[in-house]
């Protein structure tokens, strides 16, 4: 059973910054792969970001140079630092691990 809870959404003006988090429970492998999603109203859930128990890590390239994926020590907390954000970023952004989605925090950005 592995439970999900995204956090940290919010109102922005453009060119501002958001911190994402993601608390995970339940039984989380320590090599798993963790990532964020986002889904704008009227588009596909997109990925955005996702890290692996290392250091290796991916980026859509529109938020390539912008955000960073990162996770604590025990691997079971999830970020994502959104920094110079757009209006374009607006959307509910979704953590995944392991098959399992949380309930989502949305993002506005303003412009």
């Known amino acids: 059973q592995v439970q999900l809870v995204e956090s940290g959404g919010g109102l922005v003006q453009a060119g501002g910054s958001l911190r994402l988090s993601c608390a995970a429970s339940g039984r989380i492998f320590s090599y798993t792969t963790m990532a964020w999603y986002r889904q704008a109203p009227g588009k596909e859930r997109e990925l955005v970001a996702a890290?692996?128990?290392?250091?290796?890590?991916y980026y859509a390239n529109s938020v390539k140079g912008r955000f960073t994926i990162s996770r604590d020590n025990a691997k079971t907390t999830l970020y994502l630092q959104m920094n110079s954000l757009k209006p374009e970023d607006t959307a509910m952004y979704y953590c995944?691990?392991?098959?399992?989605w949380g309930q989502g925090t949305q993002v506005t950005v303003s412009s």
């Open positions: 890290i692996s128990s290392g250091i290796t890590a």
């Open positions: 995944a691990v392991q098959g399992n």
